[in-house]
C-alpha cells in the first residue's frame, strides 16, 4: 500500500535560515511525489512534484525538493526562509496502482513557524 | 490559468435543509474531485469524476450527492447532514488522473 509520512508536525526556523520539511514515502512501483502548501482558511496550493528525471525539483516561491530514492525520501527545501512562508505543508503521492492514479495520499502535515 | 472557483464561500445550514456546492473550472481538466478537511487535517478523498463519470466514491454517505453535469462543472448536494459533517469542502481538478491536482479555496460548512 502507497503511504507517506511527515515524520516533524512543527517546524520552527528564524527568518533569512534555510528550511527542511521532511517527508518519506512508501510506493510499489515509480513514485508520482508533490508538495502542497496551504494557509489559513485556504485551499491547498501546488508547490512542486516530481515523476521522473532530476532528482532535485525547482518549484514555486524558491522552494526545492530532493528526491531520494535509496532513502526514500522527498525533502522540502527553501535557502532562506521568509515569514509569509509560514503555513502548513502537505507531502503527497499519487497511487498509481489500484485506482490508476486518481487517488492522492497525503501526508499529516507539517506546520512550519517562520520567526522574524 | 490554473484557477479552480467555488461557490459559495462559507455556509451555514440545519440538519433538515438542503444545499449545493458548487466547483467551476476552464483548464479543459477532465478530472475532478472532491475532498472534505477537518482542520489541520490532510484532505480526505470524497469522490472523483473522470470523463464526466463518477469514478471513485471512497464509501461516502448517501447525504451527498456528486453531480458533474459537464467537463467544467463539479456539484455536491448536501441533504440532512450531521453536525460532524462540518468541514472546509475542497474542489480540485486535473489533466488526468496522473497529473497535477489544482484545488478551489474551499466552502467553509457548518452544521447547525
Known amino acids: 500500500a502507497q503511504s507517506v509520512a511527515q515524520p516533524e508536525d512543527q517546524v520552527n526556523v528564524a527568518e533569512g535560515n534555510p528550511l527542511t520539511v521532511k517527508c518519506t514515502y512508501s510506493v510499489s512501483g515509480n513514485p508520482y511525489l508533490f508538495w502542497y502548501v496551504q494557509y489559513p482558511n485556504r485551499g491547498l496550493q501546488f508547490l512542486l512534484k516530481?515523476?521522473?528525471?532530476?532528482?532535485l525539483v525547482k518549484g514555486s516561491y524558491g522552494f526545492e525538493a530532493e528526491f531520494n530514492k535509496s532513502q526514500t525520501s522527498f525533502h522540502l527545501k527553501k535557502p532562506s526562509a521568509l515569514v509569509s512562508d509560514s503555513a502548513l505543508y502537505f507531502c503527497a503521492v499519487r497511487d498509481m496502482g489500484g485506482t490508476g492514479g486518481f487517488k492522492t495520499i497525503f501526508g499529516a502535515g507539517t506546520r512550519l513557524f517562520v520567526k522574524a | 490559468d490554473t484557477e479552480v472557483t467555488q461557490t459559495p464561500k462559507h455556509l451555514v445550514m440545519g440538519m433538515t435543509n438542503k444545499k449545493s456546492l458548487k466547483c467551476e473550472q476552464h483548464?479543459?481538466?477532465?478530472?475532478m474531485y472532491w475532498y472534505k478537511q477537518k482542520a489541520k487535517k490532510p484532505p480526505e478523498l470524497m469522490f472523483v469524476?473522470?470523463?464526466?463519470?463518477?469514478?471513485i466514491n471512497e464509501s461516502v454517505p448517501s447525504r451527498f450527492s456528486p453531480e458533474c453535469p459537464n467537463s467544467s462543472l463539479l456539484n455536491l448536494h448536501l441533504h440532512a447532514l450531521q453536525p460532524e459533517d462540518s468541514a472546509l469542502y475542497l474542489c480540485?481538478?486535473?489533466?488526468?488522473?496522473?497529473?497535477?491536482?489544482?484545488f478551489g479555496p474551499g466552502t467553509r460548512l457548518l452544521v447547525l
Open positions: 480540485a481538478s486535473s489533466q488526468n488522473r496522473a497529473e497535477t491536482q489544482y
Open positions: 516530481y515523476i521522473t528525471g532530476d532528482n
Open positions: 483548464m479543459g481538466h477532465r478530472a
Open positions: 469524476y473522470s470523463y464526466e463519470k463518477l469514478s
